[in-house]
């Protein structure tokens, strides 16, 4: 039994004793969206148009993350219309960005794995560059969007004449400290991530401006900004959205 299985068990027995019923169905999104990606692999792989792949995948990874992790219909179909919207407003944002930053495809650190083998495999990395920066982006979305709106709902839930003008102050304060929260997750994962890619760059003497145009760094910063882009604009139109459903209910 080699790690990964022993830490993949203990994760699904505390998710069940902690959160139960609604634990045990996040493990199986978890796991579904890990078989969603090797799916999507390896229908590029097999020379299928990218864009496409990608606009049908985002709504059923988004589907899977938030509607298994949550009881409250609610609450769920909010967290969804909300972030497809704010995927598909994400979606310009990264083609735009990704054909300025020219920043696709291997980069130096990867020359001796490469020796020998044909640096033209028949697929677009520009295009397979956009696909992971969108996919990396959905997780923060979600968690911020499920976050807002299962709040809310309590809320209106506890005080069932609240008016929505309230509702909608509540959701700005609630979401400040969701904000503020998810950004320090997404920097530490950012660090995380490039820490021995850094490590790796300092005896080597590389200069600050070697760093930040390197291929790697530049694709996992922009993957943060455009995650915290995504949880900024998530907060405001998940709140607007469910107080004016609420209310209108």
């Known amino acids: 039994m080699n790690t990964l299985l022993v830490l993949t068990i203990t994760l699904a027995i505390l998710m069940t004793v902690i959160s139960g019923e609604t634990g045990l169905r996040s493990f199986f999104s978890i796991i579904i969206n890990v078989v969603l990606l090797i799916f999507v692999a390896m229908l590029i792989s097999w020379g ?3 864009p496409v ?4 995948f985002v709504p059923l990874k988004l589907a899977t ?9 609610t609450v769920g179909k909010n967290a969804f219309l909300s972030s497809l919207l704010v995927c598909l407003v994400l979606i310009s944002l ?10 696709a495809g291997m980069g130096l650190e990867v020359n001796d794995v490469l020796m020998g083998q044909s640096q033209q495999p028949g697929i677009d990395y520009s295009l397979i560059a956009i696909t992971v920066a969108i996919f990396s982006t959905l997780g923060a979305i979600a968690e911020a ?14 005080k069932p004449t609240i008016t929505k003008e309230e509702l909608i102050q509540s959701g700005t304060n609630i979401g400040k400290d969701i904000i503020g929260t998810s950004m320090n997750t997404i920097l530490f994962g950012l660090f995380g991530s490039v820490l ?6 300092y005896p080597l003497n590389y200069s600050w401006g070697e760093i930040l145009n390197d291929k790697l760094v530049i694709n996992e910063l922009l993957i943060m900004m455009y995650s915290l882009i995504g949880v900024l604009l998530i907060i405001p139109l998940a709140t607007h959205f469910l107080a004016h459903t609420l209310t209108k209910k």
């Open 48 to 50: 299928l148009n990218i």
């Open 94 to 103: 990264i083609f735009v960005c990704q054909y300025f930053a020219q920043a």
């Open 65 to 73: 993350i938030i509607f298994a992790g949550t009881e409250n219909k």
């Open 145 to 158: 969007a499920v976050s807002i709106t299962a709040g809310l709902v309590e809320i209106k839930n506890s």
């Open 196 to 201: 021995s890619l850094i490590l790796w760059f």
């Open 53 to 56: 792949i990608t606009l049908i």
